[in-house]
């Protein structure tokens, strides 16, 4: 039997069938009205290619078989492939069609069962190592669920979820610290360096507040003894006014008198001694006037030799206090100053600090993309954003986005690139039907230029003849 067909008998509706496989490539087409049994021949072909399927022989028949590329099945009591098969094929591990379009509405689902197709065509499963080795660091902050998922596209999601929650958390805090620097520095205005230092003002307002002090405590003093010395003057004045008696001398000279003629008047004795004590008491008198005036004269010379500040020298003190007073205050704004803009820079450190953490944790984002980018090994195809994109003379495309025949085409590149030529494609019959003929023309001479053969089937148009019949694809 030539390798270059495939032989069908007895399976299905179908009592014979034979599908040529060009060799340079191309689509082979099944052609057959309803119920001929163009799905069973394309199931006898997957089993044929895969080693088993669930085939059943056609009614009355003992045995069924399949065979090409070197080997066949016979369907019996059981089913079983004999032979070294000789072609290959991607039946199990990618659906073409189902890469072209994979029947969902939403183009994100869309994508991730695509992506999940290529990662099962390459075998690539879930692995956090593979993820963390072209992340790095920030794949340390990925949550205990992305790293037991099981499923690449899950985990590649899950992680990057978690880096970008992490980014924002870091550009939060950037944001955060940036707004405290800008507040921080409004705080402290415009920095007036002139002046002296918060020190030298500080001692200089000392040091004016001690010479106020001392200079009102001269002048309450001397205000107090010039008080004194009008009181001292008015009682002076008063006992001068009030006193009509002999002087100190006159009285000592009147006892001296009065003692030495004691002795010879003592008949006189009662008499003398009553002028005694009369004169005593005028000398205690005389005494206390003499001291009165004494410390009356005393009070007015201290307060004569007293100098007493003018109200002129008060208010220059008060200048001098109020001077020194803005100085400090002026130097403990100054300080304030610098110690706010020495914290804004320390805000704006970590502002920066953040913003480089947070651009590391989109990085890490975007990488893991790249990782799954890399485990689908396609040269046409990359992720991002977990979409399927490529580069056409639009620029970045989605795949979702390209016409039919732009993705059949990428499809078939994936496809061909694991069968190599003259590898088998399977394409279910309805995917077939759905494309226009500009669009099944681009694929069959794709299929050529790439040495694939694609098998695929159609319902059977007006005026062809009856029965099941395969046959290459002809671009009219």
Not at 24 to 37: E, F, P, Q, S, T
Not at 285 to 307: F, M, N, P, V, Y
Not at 431 to 441: I, K, P, Q, T, V
């Amino acid at each position: 039997m030539s390798e270059r067909t495939i032989t069908i008998e007895n399976i299905g509706p179908v009592e014979r069938l034979t599908i040529p496989v060009p060799a340079d490539g191309g689509v082979v087409v099944l052609h057959g009205r309803n119920g001929a049994g163009k799905t069973q021949a394309l199931a006898a072909t997957q089993a044929l290619l895969r080693g088993s399927g669930g085939l059943d022989r056609r009614d009355g028949a003992l045995a069924g078989s399949v065979a090409g590329f070197g080997a066949s099945i016979a369907v019996a009591k059981s089913t079983r492939r004999t032979g070294q098969l000789e072609a290959v094929h991607l039946e199990g591990k990618l659906n073409v069609a189902d890469l072209v379009d994979p029947g969902l509405k939403d183009p994100v689902a869309a994508d991730a069962h695509r992506i999940k197709a290529l990662l099962t065509l390459t075998g690539v499963e879930a692995d956090p190592t593979a993820f963390a080795r072209t992340i790095g660091e920030p794949w340390g902050d990925v949550s205990r669920t992305a790293l037991a998922a099981t499923d690449p596209v899950d985990m590649a999601r899950r992680a990057k979820q978690d880096l970008q929650e992490a980014a924002r958390f870091a550009e939060t805090d950037r944001d955060n610290h940036a707004g405290r620097a800008a507040g921080l520095r409004e705080a402290a205005g415009d920095l007036d360096e002139s002046g002296p230092s918060e020190e030298t003002a500080q001692e200089a307002l000392s040091e004016a507040l001690r010479a106020a002090d001392k200079l009102g405590e001269r002048r309450a003093a001397g205000l107090e003894a010039h008080e004194r010395a009008r009181e001292a003057r008015a009682r002076l004045d008063e006992a001068e006014a009030n006193y009509s008696g002999p002087t100190v001398e006159e009285a000592n000279e009147k006892v001296a008198k009065v003692a030495a003629d004691v002795q010879s008047l003592r008949d006189m004795l009662a008499s003398a001694e009553h002028k005694l004590e009369i004169a005593q008491e005028r000398c205690r008198a005389a005494k206390a006037h003499a001291e009165t005036i004494a410390t009356a004269k005393s009070l007015i010379d201290q307060a004569g030799r007293c100098a007493i500040p003018t109200e002129e020298e008060i208010e220059e003190a008060t200048t001098v206090v109020e001077r020194a007073r803005a100085d400090h205050a002026k130097a403990v704004a100054q300080r304030d100053a610098r110690e706010k803009l020495g914290r804004a820079k320390g805000a704006a450190a970590m502002a920066e600090h953040a913003a480089k953490r947070a651009a590391r944790y989109r990085e890490a984002a975007r990488l893991c993309d790249e990782v799954l980018g890399q485990a689908i090994q396609c040269q046409v195809l990359r992720v991002v954003d977990g979409r399927l994109v490529t580069d056409t003379a639009r620029g970045e495309t989605y795949y979702a986005e390209l016409s039919d025949g732009e993705r059949w085409k990428i499809a078939i590149d994936v496809a061909a690139e694991h069968v190599g030529q003259r590898g088998v494609l399977i394409v279910p019959q309805d995917a077939w039907e759905g494309l226009d003929a500009e669009n099944r023309f681009l694929i069959a001479r794709h299929a050529r230029a790439r040495r694939v053969v694609i098998l695929t089937a159609e319902a059977q148009r007006e005026g062809e003849p009856a029965g099941l019949t395969a046959a290459a694809y002809q671009e009219a």
